[in-house]
């Protein structure tokens, strides 16, 4: 078994027996005790009662945090002509239509969002294999297939985060930094967590939101109070 340097083991021990705390709480645990050599990014994992195999049991969507990710977000859109340029001049990191489709079908995705405009759809729709399990297909449900590529791309670029249920019924996203002030984190959080709540499926049966843990990247997780955190 490895041994636990000491950072970590002093964050376990300040974490110990502390459990259903209130947002505030956790997040003022949470930045007291990452240390790491770089700004940790603060991660919610939200589990929920739904299967995500049944389509009525879904959950996706897009919320813009109030206080940005604290990311720099490397979007990459697919967009031809006019387009091409719009997205050039909203600050889009990689533009392209089939050289792109050929450089990521080959293993190149140093992108983090990807954009299409709705022409672009019969080249982006090879790529679902690839871009699928990374959350980066273009999708007109969280406004990524779009014809306002300018618009998107901002969005992208301010903070805009989308979230997805995986098989197991989790969403996770980065909420914010490590460095950012206590009271933006929590606003953070508590956005993330209403736009997770407005997603609630029609097939979602019986309690929804089951658990929700708030973790840095080096740090232990610790669980919040669901009524806390969803304002109940």
């Known amino acids: 078994m490895a041994k636990l340097g ?51 049991q879904m959950v996706r969507g897009v919320v813009s945090l109030p206080n940005g990710t604290g990311k720099t977000m490397r979007v990459a859109v697919f967009a031809r002509g006019p387009k091409a340029d719009e997205a050039k001049e909203a600050g889009a990191d990689i533009i392209g239509a089939e050289d792109l489709m050929e450089a990521v079908q080959g293993g190149k995705i140093d992108f983090d969002r990807c954009i299409a405009t709705p022409d672009m759809m019969p080249i982006v729709g090879r790529l679902g294999k690839v871009l699928g399990p990374r959350n980066l297909m273009p999708n007109p449900k969280v406004g990524t297939v779009t014809m306002d590529v300018k ?15 995986e098989k197991a019924g989790v969403v996770h996203a980065g909420i914010g930094k490590a460095s950012f002030d206590e009271a933006k984190l929590v606003e953070n959080i508590r956005a993330f967590v209403d736009a997770v709540q407005k997603a609630r499926p029609s097939g979602a049966k019986g309690a929804y939101m089951q658990k929700i843990a708030l973790s840095s990247t080096m740090g232990p997780g610790i669980t919040l109070n669901i009524d806390n955190a969803t304002g109940n």
């Open 6 to 56: 000491k950072r970590t083991t002093a964050a376990r021990a300040a974490f110990a027996g502390k459990d259903n705390v209130t947002v505030e709480e956790a997040v003022s645990l949470i930045k007291s005790n990452a240390k790491a050599k770089f700004d940790e990014t603060v991660e919610i994992a939200l589990c929920l009662g739904v299967d995500p195999r049944h389509a009525d």
């Open 151 to 165: 618009a998107a791309v901002e969005a992208a670029k301010g903070g805009e985060v989308q979230f997805k249920a």
